[in-house]
């Protein structure tokens, strides 16, 4: 692989070893896949925040790297943490956790990392341009860059994505390369999603049927940046899949044209294949007594809906309501009097952390119900919570009185 005298130099740990063990995982990653040299980013976001998921050993890593003056050198966002960093107490955590997390972000933070703990960076200040190279961890952060805004990044580990942050460079391969951006299959969508679970749902049966593919859509209409983001976050959960397009509406569809797509692989998928998808995915459980929202986290017009819904209403006695999105967007909406209304209704707004990655097994619920089939791919496994689909609507007539 061919390195400029620079990315030598790092290599060789003339920047201090820091920095060569990062770009020493950057080549033999790109030397795995082939990459001929090294491109530089634009941005990062790394995962991997939670002490929850990332534990000791991860925390160790960290701290060695804070105290070795290992800094980032492009702008790098966070994923969330394990907890809210204001309000963790009022979600059953215990000081220990809060401590250990507070260390993981304080050692980010020495490195130069923003520490804006969200999944939606591209809407809170890391937002990429059409055709940059960034390296982001978060898979429904990367097919969001890749699909919606026309960047260009692999799907990063959190490590990897560390080591582009530090470095500023990562392996030029997979979706970094033209070759690799076109489509595979072309699906076409037979009926017009009338929620945010179906839209959910629609990626997640794409994603189960073809993890390994670039789809281009049809016959899905205009639909907005939310239910793009919501659609990339279920096919990035039940595949591999780093990158969409969607006719007449994402940045590079108009770069194919029929001549192009005519030989590739043809799918259809109607209204039944999602209903099936969504009662897959969902327990047969009539009680709710908890709602979780904001898988991936929500944005502020998702807000406002929720919001508009609550006024007016009570969450049920002893049931939670808890919706999660970023600190930034958290503010916005306090100032818009959202975070009010839900909270006069009995629910919570939290940031910095999301259902997925806190330890919400420690609360001792049976079932949640949510809108995402994201969430409800990952909660069984990685929260031993059983999960209940519902339409967002649905889930707060469920909760509320
Ligand atoms: Fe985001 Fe957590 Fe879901 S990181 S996409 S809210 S699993």
Redesign the pocket.
């Known amino acids: 692989m061919y390195l400029t005298r620079e990315e030598e130099h790092m290599f060789n740990g003339e920047y201090g070893e820091g920095l060569a063990k990062c770009m020493r995982l950057l080549v033999v990653l790109g030397e795995l896949f082939e990459a001929k040299k090294m491109v530089k980013v634009k941005s990062c976001h790394v995962?991997g925040v939670s002490y929850k998921n990332i534990g000791e050993p991860g925390l160790e890593l960290l701290k060695g790297f804070a105290e070795e003056n290992v800094r980032v050198r492009v702008k790098t966002t966070l994923?969330?943490s394990g907890m809210d960093r204001k309000r963790w107490k009022k979600t059953g955590l215990d000081k220990d956790f809060a401590k250990k997390q507070s260390e993981v972000l304080k050692a980010f933070k020495r490195m130069g990392v923003s520490l804006s703990c969200?999944?939606?960076p591209y809407l809170i200040g890391n937002k990429p341009k059409f055709g940059d190279y960034v390296a982001w961890a978060?898979?429904?952060?990367t097919v969001y860059a890749n699909s919606v805004l026309g960047a260009k990044t692999n799907r990063e580990s959190g490590l990897s994505a560390l080591a582009s942050a530090v470095t500023g460079r990562t392996p030029y391969y997979g979706y970094l390369l033209e070759e690799n951006r076109k489509p595979n299959v072309r699906v076409k969508v037979k009926f017009k999603p009338s929620n945010q679970l179906e839209i959910s749902a629609l990626g997640y049966f794409v994603g189960k049927n073809f993890p390994e593919k670039v789809p281009f859509f049809s016959g899905l209409g205009l639909v907005s940046k939310d239910w793009l983001k919501v659609l990339g976050?279920g096919l990035a959960?039940a595949g591999a899949i780093a990158l969409y397009h969607v006719e007449n509406l994402t940045p590079e569809a108009k770069f194919f044209s029929e001549d192009n797509l005519k030989d590739i692989e043809k799918f259809e998928v109607g209204l039944g294949e999602v209903k099936q998808t969504i009662q897959d995915l969902s327990e047969a459980y009539e009680r709710c007594e908890a709602v979780f929202l904001?898988?991936?986290?929500y944005s502020l017009s998702q807000l406002r809906e929720v919001a508009a819904f609550l006024r007016g209403k009570k969450v049920k006695p002893k049931a939670r309501l808890w919706i999660?999105t970023s600190r930034l967007i958290y503010e916005k909406a306090k100032k818009l009097g959202y975070v009010r209304l839900v909270e006069k209704a009995g629910g919570l707004v939290l940031c910095d952390t999301?259902?997925?990655?806190s330890p919400l097994e420690r609360l001792g619920l049976e079932v949640v119900y949510t809108d995402?089939c994201?969430?409800a791919h990952?909660l069984p496994s990685t929260n031993r919570l059983k999960v209940k689909l519902e339409n967002t609507l649905e889930c707060l007539r469920r909760i509320t009185v």
Do not use: D, L, R, T
């Open positions: 995962s994923n969330p969200s999944c939606i978060e898979s429904s952060a976050a959960s904001g898988c991936p986290h999660f999301c259902m997925v990655v995402s994201k969430a990952y």
